[in-house]
């Protein structure tokens, strides 16, 4: 497990039924490309998010697969319609098997 790891989501707490909602997250992770050399020449082993995926009461609302280019504390930021009350579920897979999550609910009225 990368140390460090912290993910960070801002979704609006209220919207109305129907909304277009602007969701943005961030996740600390230094990733490690893999192209590296430690101070004996060894080769450090690659270590970054490589998939991301946000859930609205279980159902896909966006993914992404990352891949090796991708930078050190990978930002995404993408709108959503919001039909009801309930609750976003983010996910970031690491290449080590890692699994980071944060919830965030929100209120339609």
Request: glycine share 8%; with cysteine; net charge negative.
């Amino acid at each position: 497990m990368a140390v460090g790891v912290k993910p960070r989501v801002k979704v609006p707490k209220t919207a109305a039924a129907g909304d277009v909602i602007t969701i943005k997250t961030l996740i600390s992770h230094k990733m490690e490309s893999g192209q590296r050399k430690d101070s004996d020449g060894n080769k450090i082993p690659r270590s970054i998010i490589n998939t991301f995926t946000c859930d609205f009461n279980g159902q896909n609302v966006m993914s992404a697969e990352l891949h090796g280019a991708i930078s050190t504390n990978p930002y995404f930021q993408f709108e959503a319609t919001v039909p009801e009350s309930g609750e976003f579920t983010f996910t970031w897979l690491d290449d080590d098997g890692s699994i980071y999550t944060d919830t965030k609910s929100i209120a339609v009225s």
